[in-house]
């Protein structure tokens, strides 16, 4: 049981390290260049709005749950096996969200890459 309990947070980390990259890219990709607003408005307003997106704070708030599943994750299994296994699904999953939802070209060359960092952390996992 508690292999399963690890593996719904190995899960839980992934979905919401994913949500949260993806949300708070999108947010500064609207935002625009920080360094050109820096310097023609300052820090201030750059602060501004950043914190006043909902897609940042959104991002933000799964990348608070990404880091509270990997913790319980942590408390039920091996440190060797949590974080190789999740840091490894948020490569696969951050490839196809940022082709599917960002429209970034994404190449084979990259997707295979994450998929073979995958299998590596399969073979550890056995």
């Known amino acids: 049981m508690k ?9 839980a980390v992934v979905f919401a390290s994913t949500a949260g990259d993806i949300l708070q890219s999108h947010a500064m990709k609207k935002i625009g260049d920080v360094g050109k607003l820096r310097r023609e408005r300052g820090i201030p307003y750059v602060i ?5 997106s909902p897609s940042f704070m ?7 749950i990404a880091f ?8 039920w299994g091996d440190v060797s096996l949590v974080v190789p296994a999740s ?3 948020t490569f ?4 196809f ?3 599917v939802f960002l ?3 994404v190449d084979k060359k990259r997707l295979v890459a994450a998929v073979l960092v995958a299998a590596g952390v399969a073979l550890l996992a056995y």
């Open 3 to 11: 292999n399963v309990y690890t593996w719904s947070f190995i899960f």
């Open 48 to 52: 501004l709005r950043v914190v006043t």
């Open 58 to 64: 959104l991002g933000l708030m799964f990348m608070a």
């Open 68 to 75: 509270y599943s990997l913790v319980i994750a942590l408390s």
């Open 87 to 89: 840091a490894s699904m």
């Open 92 to 95: 696969i999953t951050n490839a």
């Open 97 to 99: 969200a940022a082709k």
């Open 103 to 105: 429209k970034e070209d």
